[in-house]
Structure formats: C-alpha cells, structure tokens
C-alpha cells in the first residue's frame, strides 16, 4: 500500500508538461512573470486573510514562549531592541527568498521552486559553482532537516515540563490566580520519564501520514494555543504586582549570554520554510509582499511585548517558557494543557517537513510490497530520534538556543542574502546591495559559531550539575 501523503513542496503539478516560457513565447519577462503568478495561483489557491493565518501559525510557537528568558540574557533594553532589529531582517530575507525563487522559476521555466530548488538553480547560475549546484539542495534540506527535527526535540521538552509542572503541584492548584505564587515542584519522576511516556502517543499521531486527516485537531489546537496565549497577555499585564516599580533589572545583560538571545530569538523567526509554500498557493500571489511585512509585523510585535513584559514580570526568575512561571490555580494550569495539547498537535506538523524530505527515496527504492512497512519504520525511527536527543538535552532555553544557533541562522539569515548574491549577480547588482547581503551574512555566520558554542558549553555545564548533585543525593 503507498503512501498517500503528498510530499511535492507545493501544487499538484504533475500533470503540466509544458512550461510556461514554452506557454508564452512571445510575452516579455514583466508579462511572463504575471502570468507565472497567475497560472500558479488560481483560483483555488488561499485567500489573503488564510494566508496571514497560516504565516502566523508558521512562526507561532514555543520559541515565543522562550522570548522572555532571551530578552533577560540580552537585557532589558539590548533585548527589545535586538528583537525589533533581527525582525526586521528576517522579514528581509524571507523577501528576498520569495524574490529570488520567483526570478528562477521563470528564468528555469518551472511552475514552483522549493527553498532548496531555488539554491540549486541559483548556483547554476555561478560557473565554477554550477558544477556542485546539487550540493545546495542538499544543505538546504539538511538545515531543514535539522530545523524541523530540532523543533520536535524542543517540543518533547516543552511537554515534559509543563506536564510535569502540573502533575507535581497538583495538590496545591488553588482557585486564586491573583496571588503570584509561582509553581514550585517537589522532586518527583525525572522529566526524560515524561518524554518516553508520550513517546507511543507522538508515533501514534505521526503514523497519520495525511494532513488533511489532521486538520480538524490542527484547528482545535490552534485554537487552545490562541486562548493560551490571551490569558498569558492577560496574567502579565493586568496583575499589578506583575510590573514592579521602579524596573530595577539591567538595561544590558552579559557579553557572554548574547548568543544565548541570539540563537533563542532566531528560533523564534522560524517560518521561511512555509514562505515559498505559502507564496505559492495564494489566490494572488503578487499580494504576498503585503501578506509578509502584515503578518510577520504582527509576529514581531507580539515577539517584542510577550519578551519585555515577562521579562518585567518575573525577572531574574523567568524560566525556559514562560508557562512554567505562571501561578498555580487551575486557570493557569489549564493554560499549560491547553499549550501543551497544540504542541503536541503542531508535532506532526513539523515533522511532515522532514517525512516529505526523507522518506520518499527511501520508498522508491523498495517494492510495493514493503512500502508501508519502510514508511512507518522511518517514521517511528525519526520520532525516536527526537525523544532520544531530547533526554539527552533536557533544557528547553539551551535547546532551543541550540536549534536556533545551528540551523535556524542558516536558513533564516545565511542563505537568503549569498541566494540573492547568486542570483542576481550578472544583472547589475548593485555594490551597496551586495556588501548588504554579505553582511547579513556574516552577522548570521556569528551567531551561528557563537551560538552554537555557547550552548553546548552551558549545556555541558548543567549535565556535569546534574550529575554531581544526584551524586551528593545518592551519597
């Protein structure tokens, strides 16, 4: 039995033999494009407001929760102001994913490019590059491999330390929210025991293996996650004792806790792999400049208030996720669930990104008879994986850090400006352009070795912790 997922990065566009330069050979390059974009589009494709939904829940996530933890190791003024300038620039460079893909599409006579299509045509385009251009696919699938892969990590951890949080102050869950009695939890299960508890219900939920099968629990979640975040806005805001005054917190955090912002905050921007998906399926896509800067402004900001304001609130106390802060009753307890059951949902979102990549060749190189059998064995063995890396790396804030530090930069800063640069290179780009991208470049270069450093050497240092406490326990 084949599989019936869709693993095509885009519209079903098996059945156009011709392309569209072989469609309109007499149109000139501004007319082709317009009708590139109208025949890729139709009038199937999204409307502007499914659009923005969609980018919204693309880049919503449990990296928004880690904000406030970012914006402490940047610091009060340094971590705003850093996220409103990273915000920008990510929104920059999904532009310029869109736009280079675009200009390729056309240039290749093909109906849609993925992100790692797009590298490849673009290396064609270098000479003594063109040679290796297959090689631009596979990093780029590799990064998001590693991305996708990455946020399943994070989102075993997420779950096991809500869930725990719950279980183990169950006891004292009052009715009052007002008081800000932050959960305290009582030495218990370890938190990697959570993790192989939902290890069977995550491979159950990924052996559904069409999304449109998932689609009414993917609404319900986005809903739970939606009302989640509203009383998260809700308890940081509207409880005085919330807001201390005078701010006594600094203006600038340590040198050497930067990179752990950095690699927190890109992490955060985590929806260009659904931009060229997203651009591709709208009704219009000539409107998806505006469904971007709408959208991904929207995001920013709720990035920048949600870090400041739990920041503010809990101070040098702000936890991994700023669910673990919230106060024990059991509207906020309830809050907790309610996140956790949308993660637990937005798993198998995320990991359809790497069952498209992987898991197609390893079908066709087997029979008919083993299809099914190969596709759940990679499946299973993929979500093992995660919960394997995840027990090892127990520290949502050093998890997500490292994510976003390796390979979250990559995509999101990185390729974009070197894909312009290769792109648009024979066309007179212009110098200040060019000295642009490669300083976008190199600042994503640098978080990604600082980043990445910096994170496992603190995640080193909390094990050594770890293990030399419960050796003093035992002893």
């Known amino acids: ?71 402490k190791n940047a610091g009060l003024l340094v971590g705003p102001l850093s996220l409103l300038a990273m915000g920008i620039v990510a929104i920059h460079c999904m532009n310029l994913l ?8 056309v240039k290749m006579g093909k109906p849609f490019l993925s992100y790692g299509d797009a590298v490849e045509y673009g290396m064609e385009n270098v000479s003594w590059l063109s040679r290796h251009s297959v090689w631009g696919r596979r990093v780029v699938n590799l990064f998001l491999n590693i991305t996708q892969l990455g946020f399943c990590c994070v989102y075993f951890v997420f779950l096991s330390d809500n869930i725990k949080q719950v279980v183990e102050t169950a006891n004292g869950t009052t009715g009052n929210c007002h008081n800000n009695e932050t959960a305290v939890n009582v030495p218990s299960y370890d938190s990697r025991l959570y993790m192989l508890f939902f290890l069977p219900f995550i491979i159950v939920l990924v052996f559904i293996r069409n999304l449109k099968y998932l689609a009414p629990l993917s609404f319900v979640a ?89 920041y503010i609130g809990f101070g040098e106390h702000i936890r991994g996720s700023i669910t673990l802060n919230l106060p024990l009753c059991w509207l906020y307890q309830t809050v907790k669930l309610l996140y956790s059951f949308g993660i637990y949902i937005t798993y198998a979102l995320q990991f359809y990104v790497s069952a498209e990549i992987l898991i197609p060749p390893a079908v066709a190189r087997c029979g008919p008879r083993w299809t099914l059998m190969v596709d759940l064995g990679i499946r299973v063995a993929l979500v093992a994986l995660t919960c394997a890396l995840a027990i090892l790396i127990p520290e949502l804030d050093l998890v997500i850090s490292l994510v976003g530090s390796v390979s979250s930069s990559a995509l999101a800063l990185i390729i974009p400006p070197l894909l312009q640069i290769i792109t648009f290179h024979n066309e007179d780009m212009k110098l200040w352009e060019m000295v642009k991208n490669i300083a976008i470049s190199l600042i994503g270069f640098v978080g990604f070795v600082a980043g990445t450093y910096i994170s496992i050497q603190e995640i080193v240092a909390r094990n050594s912790s770890r293990h030399n406490s419960t050796y003093l326990n035992v002893g």
């Open 222 to 310: 986005n809903i739970a996650m939606c009302v989640s975040l509203v009383l998260i806005y809700y308890y940081c805001l509207t409880v005085r004792h919330n807001i201390p005054y005078p701010i006594n917190l600094p203006l600038a955090g340590r040198a050497v806790d930067y990179p752990l912002f950095f690699g927190t905050a890109i992490f955060a921007f985590e929806g260009i792999g659904v931009v060229l998906p997203l651009e591709n399926k709208m009704q219009n896509p000539r409107n998806f400049p505006t469904v971007l800067y709408l959208g991904m402004g929207i995001v920013t900001t709720l990035y920048i208030t949600l870090g400041t304001i739990g």
């Open 1 to 71: 039995m084949a599989s019936d997922i869709n693993y095509q990065d885009g519209p079903d566009l098996s059945r156009r033999d011709v392309s569209p330069v072989e469609d309109e050979p007499n149109h000139s390059p501004a007319s082709l494009q317009q009708t590139e974009y109208e025949r890729i589009g139709g009038r199937t494709g999204s409307s502007f407001f499914q659009t923005i939904i969609h980018l919204l829940k693309g880049n919503i996530g449990t990296g928004l929760l880690g904000l406030p933890l970012a914006v």
């Open 98 to 105: 869109v736009k280079c893909a675009h200009h390729l599409s």
